[in-house]
């Protein structure tokens, strides 16, 4: 019996701990949060606008992020992005040691746009390696298992950080946080490979059971990126990704925050506490990949797709009233612990529809919907940062409540007919391919 790891797993475990990174060099703010302040005399709102540098560089680079990746192959772009990620991340730390007043506030809003830019391609381009290294009957188990990375990420990033501030303060726990990032971007520039076919240790055998060819197109002009983006499935999982990310920002950037202000918790306690909920998140992730992979083979794409959102996203907006009604601290953390598990349900079933709705233009259809998805987290956090401020979280949950119950009617109208087991990419512009209904290429 081989014993040997399938080259395809050993290229997945790179990607899940890409994913696991980005998360802990976008949340450590969140946490250091509680420092920077008093330290830089920064408000609570321009801990907002931080953040909020953040998510426009990432919504702004997803499609960009995605083309790159097309163009360059994933290998290479995750050098480059990994790099400019990590410098943003060193530089947060280290401008207030040179800069001070406006000038320092401007340096960190430039790190934390440059960070959000380089961490846009990560999503699209991992979709796009996923098609190229899994047959389709595996990209949401994929998906669900890397999205687990994030919830691990963002669940480390309070107690560590809390941790370590306390210990050598918030700058060099930044530090000492970004330095693992290196060691990741050198084994991947290395080892990893854009399709199986480039790799040199995948044997015939693997390439059997990866059982498709190589569908990444290597361009996106002006028409198709056109094309994709009037699709009717691409447009209402844009919409849908959008209302649904309102909740999933409040949940991983504000927790810590929620724990201290609103329901008392000392810094070290809440570090602790706000936890559970990216750890119930990756739990969610997880079983939403494999629930979805599931129902897609028992129902079909079409309701397969539907029915873990369809479920979650409801479940979710009634744990978000209960968080904002709870009395009990505890109650409360609860809750939201099981609100962020029911949203990262959803994960999968998201990127593995724009995976079999984008078919060798993957990346960008995922960059189209993440752009989306991103634009969720522009419009949450000045209002959550505002709203906050006056210390009215209950309208905070109430918001993402009714966002969630809208991303899930999104939902009753995305449909995706192709047969889980087929491989043809949509046709390009000038194509004709019988075997790809008129609904999905038309929308």
């Known amino acids: 019996m081989d014993w040997r790891i399938p080259i395809r797993w050993r290229i997945f475990s790179l990607l899940f701990c890409f994913g696991f990174l980005a998360y802990v060099q976008q949340k450590t703010i969140t946490v250091a949060a509680a420092r920077i302040m008093p330290e830089l005399h920064l408000s609570q709102v321009q801990i907002g606008f931080l953040e909020q540098a953040f998510v426009i560089g990432y919504a702004l680079c997803q499609l960009p992020g995605g083309i790159l990746g097309q163009k360059v192959g994933a290998r290479w772009t995750f050098v480059i992005t990994g790099l400019s990620a990590f410098a943003a991340t060193v530089a947060t730390p280290i401008a207030p040691l040179v800069l001070s007043g406006q000038l320092l506030f401007v340096a960190l809003l430039g790190a934390q746009w440059l960070l959000g830019c380089s961490h846009g391609a990560l999503f699209p381009v991992s979709a796009g390696l996923f098609e190229a290294w899994y047959p389709p009957n595996r990209w949401s188990l994929v998906q669900g298992l890397q999205t687990m990375a994030l919830g691990f990420g963002a669940a480390i990033v309070p107690p560590l950080v809390a941790t370590l501030m306390l210990l050598v303060g918030w700058q060099l726990a930044l530090l000492w946080i970004s330095l693992p990032a290196l060691v990741l971007i050198a084994l991947w520039g290395w080892y990893a490979r854009n399709t199986p076919k480039e790799h040199p240790a995948v044997s ?41 990310n309102y909740t999933y920002y409040l949940l991983s950037n504000w927790v810590f925050l929620y724990l201290i202000e609103e329901r008392g918790f000392s810094v070290l306690h809440g570090g602790w506490l706000a936890a559970l909920p990216p750890l119930a998140a990756a739990l969610g992730a997880g ?50 612990a099981s609100c962020f598990g029911a949203i990262e349900l959803t994960e999968a079933p998201f990127w593995a529809a724009g995976m079999n ?43 993402g409540g009714a966002l969630a119950i809208l991303s899930a009617a999104c939902w009753l109208w995305i449909t995706i007919i192709s047969p889980t087991g087929s491989v043809e990419p949509l046709p390009r512009s000038g194509e004709i391919s019988a075997r790809v209904p008129s609904e999905i290429i038309a929308g």
């Open 287 to 336: 079983v939403g990949g494999i629930l979805t992979s599931a129902f897609t083979q028992r129902y079909g794409d079409c309701w397969g797709y539907r029915m873990v959102p369809l479920m979650a996203l409801p479940a979710a907006a009634a744990l978000l009233i209960i968080v904002a009604a709870s009395p009990n601290p505890y109650g409360a953390v609860v809750a939201l």
């Open 204 to 244: 015939p055998g693997e390439l059997q059971a990866i059982g498709h060819r190589d569908a990444v197109h290597a361009s996106v002009d002006a028409k198709q990126l056109l094309r994709l983006a009037r699709n009717r499935n691409v447009v209402l999982l844009f919409l849908a990704y959008m209302s649904m």
């Open 357 to 399: 709705i984008g078919r060798g233009d993957t990346m960008a259809v995922c960059g189209i919907m993440n752009t989306g998805g991103n634009l969720g987290g522009i419009i949450s956090l000045p209002i959550i940062g505002y709203l906050s401020g006056l210390q009215a979280w209950r309208v905070c949950f109430l918001i």
